[in-house]
Protein backbone atom coordinates (compact mmCIF):
# COMPACT_ATOMS: atom_id res chain seq x y z
CA UNK A 1 0.00 0.00 0.00
CA UNK A 2 2.48 2.49 1.13
CA UNK A 3 4.53 1.36 -2.52
CA UNK A 4 1.06 2.23 -4.66
CA UNK A 5 0.74 5.30 -2.40
CA UNK A 6 4.13 6.78 -3.34
CA UNK A 7 3.56 6.04 -6.97
CA UNK A 8 0.13 7.94 -6.83
CA UNK A 9 1.82 10.97 -5.98
CA UNK A 10 4.72 10.94 -7.88
CA UNK A 11 1.86 10.84 -10.84
CA UNK A 12 0.04 13.37 -9.33
CA UNK A 13 2.51 15.92 -8.70
CA UNK A 14 4.33 15.40 -12.31
CA UNK A 15 1.21 15.69 -14.08
CA UNK A 16 0.70 19.91 -11.82
CA UNK A 17 3.95 21.60 -12.52
CA UNK A 18 7.25 20.93 -14.06
CA UNK A 19 8.60 21.20 -10.04
CA UNK A 20 6.58 18.31 -9.53
CA UNK A 21 9.07 16.13 -10.76
CA UNK A 22 11.34 16.73 -7.79
CA UNK A 23 9.54 14.76 -5.86
CA UNK A 24 9.87 11.54 -7.72
CA UNK A 25 13.84 12.48 -8.70
CA UNK A 26 14.14 13.19 -4.53
CA UNK A 27 12.57 9.47 -3.59
CA UNK A 28 15.18 8.49 -6.56
CA UNK A 29 18.11 10.07 -4.74
CA UNK A 30 16.69 8.32 -1.64
CA UNK A 31 16.65 5.09 -2.48
CA UNK A 32 20.11 5.29 -4.73
CA UNK A 33 21.68 6.77 -1.32
CA UNK A 34 20.08 4.60 1.42
CA UNK A 35 18.36 0.97 0.39
CA UNK A 36 16.37 -0.58 2.75
CA UNK A 37 16.99 -3.50 0.46
CA UNK A 38 18.41 -4.07 -3.16
CA UNK A 39 14.34 -6.00 -4.00
CA UNK A 40 12.75 -3.28 -2.81
CA UNK A 41 15.11 -0.52 -4.90
CA UNK A 42 14.38 -2.47 -7.55
CA UNK A 43 11.09 -2.20 -7.25
CA UNK A 44 11.06 1.78 -6.59
CA UNK A 45 13.45 2.44 -9.50
CA UNK A 46 11.18 0.78 -12.03
CA UNK A 47 7.71 1.59 -10.58
CA UNK A 48 8.79 5.25 -10.02
CA UNK A 49 10.30 5.52 -13.84
CA UNK A 50 7.45 3.75 -15.28
CA UNK A 51 4.75 6.22 -13.76
CA UNK A 52 6.40 9.39 -14.34
CA UNK A 53 7.12 8.48 -18.36
CA UNK A 54 3.26 7.43 -18.57
CA UNK A 55 2.22 10.45 -16.71
CA UNK A 56 4.26 12.92 -19.03
CA UNK A 57 2.85 10.91 -22.13
CA UNK A 58 -0.47 11.38 -20.59
CA UNK A 59 -0.26 14.82 -19.74
CA UNK A 60 1.73 15.73 -23.02
CA UNK A 61 3.49 18.32 -21.18
CA UNK A 62 2.22 21.36 -19.37
CA UNK A 63 0.88 23.72 -22.08
CA UNK A 64 -1.30 25.55 -19.73
CA UNK A 65 1.42 27.21 -18.14
CA UNK A 66 2.84 30.62 -19.34
CA UNK A 67 6.78 30.12 -18.90
CA UNK A 68 9.74 32.36 -18.00
CA UNK A 69 7.61 34.71 -16.11
CA UNK A 70 9.14 37.28 -14.46
CA UNK A 71 10.27 35.95 -10.68
CA UNK A 72 10.05 39.38 -9.06
CA UNK A 73 6.46 39.45 -10.29
CA UNK A 74 5.41 36.08 -8.62
CA UNK A 75 7.21 36.26 -5.30
CA UNK A 76 5.58 39.58 -4.64
CA UNK A 77 2.44 37.45 -4.67
CA UNK A 78 3.39 35.68 -1.89
CA UNK A 79 3.27 38.28 0.39
CA UNK A 80 0.73 40.94 -1.02
CA UNK A 81 -1.92 38.14 -2.92
CA UNK A 82 -1.98 37.65 -7.19
CA UNK A 83 -1.39 40.52 -9.41
CA UNK A 84 -4.54 40.85 -11.46
CA UNK A 85 -3.64 41.99 -15.43
CA UNK A 86 0.47 42.20 -14.38
CA UNK A 87 -0.26 45.90 -12.61
CA UNK A 88 2.95 45.91 -10.41
CA UNK A 89 3.34 48.89 -7.92
CA UNK A 90 7.13 49.67 -6.94
CA UNK A 91 6.12 48.10 -2.85
CA UNK A 92 5.71 44.96 -5.37
CA UNK A 93 8.84 45.25 -7.17
CA UNK A 94 10.93 46.16 -4.08
CA UNK A 95 8.99 43.30 -1.98
CA UNK A 96 9.84 40.61 -4.70
CA UNK A 97 13.73 41.83 -5.03
CA UNK A 98 14.14 41.43 -1.48
CA UNK A 99 12.66 38.02 -1.45
CA UNK A 100 15.15 36.92 -3.67
CA UNK A 101 17.66 38.25 -2.47
CA UNK A 102 16.91 36.20 0.98
CA UNK A 103 15.76 33.22 -0.72
CA UNK A 104 19.46 33.18 -2.84
CA UNK A 105 20.99 33.70 0.70
CA UNK A 106 18.81 31.28 2.63
CA UNK A 107 19.81 28.64 -0.23
CA UNK A 108 23.37 29.23 -0.32
CA UNK A 109 24.05 29.34 3.64
CA UNK A 110 21.46 26.00 4.23
CA UNK A 111 22.55 24.23 0.91
CA UNK A 112 23.71 21.02 2.80
CA UNK A 113 20.87 20.95 5.39
CA UNK A 114 18.64 21.26 2.34
CA UNK A 115 20.03 18.63 0.09
CA UNK A 116 20.47 16.04 3.26
CA UNK A 117 17.30 16.54 4.30
CA UNK A 118 14.61 14.94 1.74
CA UNK A 119 12.13 17.54 2.10
CA UNK A 120 14.33 20.07 1.59
CA UNK A 121 16.03 18.06 -1.27
CA UNK A 122 12.61 17.96 -3.14
CA UNK A 123 12.21 21.81 -1.96
CA UNK A 124 15.46 22.68 -3.49
CA UNK A 125 14.88 20.39 -6.88
CA UNK A 126 11.08 21.83 -7.26
CA UNK A 127 13.08 25.04 -7.13
CA UNK A 128 15.32 24.59 -9.72
CA UNK A 129 12.74 23.02 -11.91
CA UNK A 130 10.26 25.58 -11.19
CA UNK A 131 12.43 28.17 -12.77
CA UNK A 132 11.29 27.22 -16.20
CA UNK A 133 8.10 28.93 -15.35
CA UNK A 134 8.66 31.32 -12.33
CA UNK A 135 4.82 31.22 -11.46
CA UNK A 136 3.09 31.69 -8.36
CA UNK A 137 3.23 28.15 -7.66
CA UNK A 138 7.02 28.23 -7.93
CA UNK A 139 6.49 31.15 -5.39
CA UNK A 140 5.23 29.28 -3.06
CA UNK A 141 8.12 26.69 -3.13
CA UNK A 142 10.45 29.50 -2.59
CA UNK A 143 8.47 30.83 0.77
CA UNK A 144 8.40 27.48 2.07
CA UNK A 145 12.58 27.28 1.79
CA UNK A 146 12.65 30.54 3.25
CA UNK A 147 10.29 30.13 6.47
CA UNK A 148 11.71 26.44 6.87
CA UNK A 149 14.94 27.03 6.80
CA UNK A 150 15.80 30.69 7.20
CA UNK A 151 14.24 30.79 10.89
CA UNK A 152 16.62 28.45 11.92
CA UNK A 153 19.30 30.62 10.55
CA UNK A 154 17.96 33.55 12.67
CA UNK A 155 17.30 31.63 15.70
CA UNK A 156 21.07 29.90 15.25
CA UNK A 157 22.73 33.75 15.99
CA UNK A 158 24.52 33.90 19.33
CA UNK A 159 23.05 36.39 21.70
CA UNK A 160 23.36 36.69 25.44
CA UNK A 161 21.90 34.14 27.95
CA UNK A 162 21.43 37.10 30.32
CA UNK A 163 19.40 39.39 27.56
CA UNK A 164 15.78 37.85 27.83
CA UNK A 165 13.42 36.27 25.84
CA UNK A 166 12.93 39.55 23.50
CA UNK A 167 16.55 40.21 23.51
CA UNK A 168 17.26 36.32 21.98
CA UNK A 169 14.31 35.87 19.82
CA UNK A 170 12.82 39.34 18.96
CA UNK A 171 14.24 39.38 15.81
CA UNK A 172 12.53 35.89 15.21
CA UNK A 173 8.85 36.98 16.69
CA UNK A 174 9.03 40.37 14.79
CA UNK A 175 9.32 39.05 11.49
CA UNK A 176 6.45 36.69 12.41
CA UNK A 177 4.20 38.84 13.42
CA UNK A 178 4.83 41.20 10.28
CA UNK A 179 4.57 37.88 7.94
CA UNK A 180 1.20 37.07 9.98
CA UNK A 181 -0.22 40.45 9.43
CA UNK A 182 1.27 40.40 5.80
CA UNK A 183 -0.26 37.20 5.07
CA UNK A 184 -3.52 37.88 6.43
CA UNK A 185 -3.94 41.19 4.56
CA UNK A 186 -3.57 39.43 1.08
CA UNK A 187 -6.25 36.84 2.40
CA UNK A 188 -8.48 39.36 2.82
CA UNK A 189 -7.63 41.37 -0.34
CA UNK A 190 -8.38 38.18 -2.24
CA UNK A 191 -12.07 37.51 -0.41
CA UNK A 192 -12.54 41.21 -1.24
CA UNK A 193 -11.51 40.24 -4.75
CA UNK A 194 -13.65 37.51 -5.21
CA UNK A 195 -16.75 39.40 -3.44
CA UNK A 196 -16.88 42.15 -5.90
CA UNK A 197 -16.19 40.05 -8.60
CA UNK A 198 -13.02 41.35 -9.81
CA UNK A 199 -11.59 39.30 -12.51
CA UNK A 200 -8.60 39.26 -14.61
CA UNK A 201 -8.50 39.50 -18.32
CA UNK A 202 -8.17 35.55 -18.65
CA UNK A 203 -10.79 35.33 -16.68
CA UNK A 204 -12.93 37.44 -17.93
CA UNK A 205 -13.13 35.67 -21.23
CA UNK A 206 -13.99 32.51 -19.65
CA UNK A 207 -16.31 33.96 -17.98
CA UNK A 208 -17.63 35.61 -21.37
CA UNK A 209 -17.67 31.82 -22.88
CA UNK A 210 -19.45 30.34 -19.84
CA UNK A 211 -22.48 32.97 -19.94
CA UNK A 212 -22.65 32.12 -24.07
CA UNK A 213 -22.79 28.28 -22.78
CA UNK A 214 -24.78 28.83 -19.86
CA UNK A 215 -27.06 30.81 -22.70
CA UNK A 216 -27.13 28.48 -25.35
CA UNK A 217 -28.34 25.44 -22.51
CA UNK A 218 -30.95 27.62 -21.33
CA UNK A 219 -32.41 28.42 -24.82
CA UNK A 220 -31.93 24.38 -26.17
CA UNK A 221 -34.21 23.56 -22.39
CA UNK A 222 -36.91 25.88 -23.23
CA UNK A 223 -37.45 25.11 -26.45
CA UNK A 224 -38.18 21.67 -26.07
CA UNK A 225 -37.55 20.25 -29.24
CA UNK A 226 -36.10 17.09 -30.06
CA UNK A 227 -33.33 18.77 -31.94
CA UNK A 228 -30.06 18.08 -30.96
CA UNK A 229 -28.42 21.33 -29.73
CA UNK A 230 -25.23 22.79 -30.70
CA UNK A 231 -22.92 21.96 -28.20
CA UNK A 232 -19.97 23.95 -27.53
CA UNK A 233 -16.25 22.72 -28.19
CA UNK A 234 -13.87 24.96 -27.18
CA UNK A 235 -9.78 25.23 -27.74
CA UNK A 236 -8.08 27.03 -25.17
CA UNK A 237 -5.09 28.33 -23.91
CA UNK A 238 -6.52 27.48 -20.72
CA UNK A 239 -8.22 24.29 -20.71
CA UNK A 240 -8.66 23.38 -16.91
CA UNK A 241 -10.10 26.05 -16.31
CA UNK A 242 -12.04 26.65 -19.06
CA UNK A 243 -13.64 23.45 -18.94
CA UNK A 244 -14.43 24.08 -15.38
CA UNK A 245 -16.22 27.04 -15.79
CA UNK A 246 -18.20 26.90 -18.88
CA UNK A 247 -18.77 23.06 -18.36
CA UNK A 248 -18.08 22.10 -22.22
CA UNK A 249 -15.59 19.86 -24.43
CA UNK A 250 -12.35 21.51 -23.70
CA UNK A 251 -9.41 20.74 -25.34
CA UNK A 252 -5.70 22.38 -25.72
CA UNK A 253 -4.87 24.43 -28.54
CA UNK A 254 -3.87 23.08 -32.04
CA UNK A 255 -0.23 23.00 -33.19
CA UNK A 256 0.01 25.99 -35.48
CA UNK A 257 -0.53 24.60 -39.31
CA UNK A 258 1.29 25.89 -42.58
CA UNK A 259 -1.46 27.99 -43.71
CA UNK A 260 -4.94 29.61 -42.60
CA UNK A 261 -7.01 27.22 -44.80
CA UNK A 262 -4.98 23.95 -43.10
CA UNK A 263 -5.39 25.41 -39.66
CA UNK A 264 -9.27 25.77 -40.54
CA UNK A 265 -9.33 22.19 -41.04
CA UNK A 266 -8.11 21.36 -38.01
CA UNK A 267 -10.61 23.66 -36.30
CA UNK A 268 -13.43 22.76 -37.86
CA UNK A 269 -15.01 20.73 -35.17
CA UNK A 270 -14.60 23.81 -32.77
CA UNK A 271 -17.15 26.37 -31.91
CA UNK A 272 -14.70 28.33 -30.23
CA UNK A 273 -10.98 29.29 -29.43
CA UNK A 274 -9.20 30.88 -26.31
CA UNK A 275 -5.80 32.15 -25.95
CA UNK A 276 -3.26 34.60 -25.86
CA UNK A 277 -1.90 35.65 -29.59
CA UNK A 278 0.60 37.34 -28.29
CA UNK A 279 2.84 35.03 -26.18
CA UNK A 280 5.72 34.06 -28.53
CA UNK A 281 4.45 30.12 -28.35
CA UNK A 282 1.53 31.51 -30.35
CA UNK A 283 2.70 33.69 -32.56
CA UNK A 284 1.83 31.18 -35.68
CA UNK A 285 -1.23 30.15 -34.44
CA UNK A 286 -2.67 33.86 -34.44
CA UNK A 287 -1.14 34.97 -37.84
CA UNK A 288 -3.03 31.53 -39.12
CA UNK A 289 -6.22 33.08 -37.43
CA UNK A 290 -5.90 36.90 -38.26
CA UNK A 291 -5.76 35.31 -42.35
CA UNK A 292 -8.88 33.32 -41.93
CA UNK A 293 -10.88 36.71 -43.08
CA UNK A 294 -14.77 37.32 -41.06
CA UNK A 295 -16.67 34.57 -42.71
CA UNK A 296 -14.64 31.76 -41.00
CA UNK A 297 -13.94 33.47 -37.49
CA UNK A 298 -15.58 36.18 -35.55
CA UNK A 299 -14.01 38.00 -32.72
CA UNK A 300 -16.47 37.79 -29.56
CA UNK A 301 -13.88 39.45 -26.91
CA UNK A 302 -10.33 41.13 -27.77
CA UNK A 303 -8.28 41.84 -24.49
CA UNK A 304 -4.73 43.33 -24.25
CA UNK A 305 -3.51 39.31 -22.81
CA UNK A 306 -6.14 37.54 -24.43
CA UNK A 307 -8.62 36.50 -27.35
CA UNK A 308 -12.22 34.85 -27.72
CA UNK A 309 -13.23 33.87 -31.41
CA UNK A 310 -16.21 31.96 -32.31
CA UNK A 311 -16.17 30.06 -35.54
CA UNK A 312 -19.35 30.05 -37.87
CA UNK A 313 -19.91 26.75 -39.52
CA UNK A 314 -18.32 24.50 -36.59
CA UNK A 315 -19.37 20.96 -37.35
CA UNK A 316 -20.44 20.75 -32.97
CA UNK A 317 -23.70 18.90 -33.26
CA UNK A 318 -24.08 17.09 -30.35
CA UNK A 319 -24.83 13.86 -32.70
CA UNK A 320 -21.54 13.93 -34.22
CA UNK A 321 -18.49 12.50 -33.41
Known sequence: ???????????????????????????????????????????????????????????????????????????????????????????RWVTGTVILLVLTAVVFKQYRSLWLDFTGRTLLIGLVLGASANDP????????????????????????????????????????FILSTLFMRADKAHYEIRQLGILSEQD???KTLSEEAETA????????????????????????????????????????AKDPQTQLAMLRNFSHLLFDPRQSANILLAR????????????LVLQPNGVLLHFKNASTSSSGK
Open 137 to 176: AWAMIALSIILYFGFPLLLGVQHSPTGGLMHQRGVALFLI
Open 1 to 91: GWYFAQLFICALSVSLHPAGLAYPLALLCSWYKEPLDHKQQKYFFIGINFIVLVTLLIRLGWYDLEWLQNPIISLSTTVFGPVLNNEMTVI
Open 204 to 206: QLI
Open 217 to 256: RKASEESGSNAFPIRLRVASQWPSRTMIACKCDTFPLPPA
Open 288 to 299: NLAGLGGDAAET
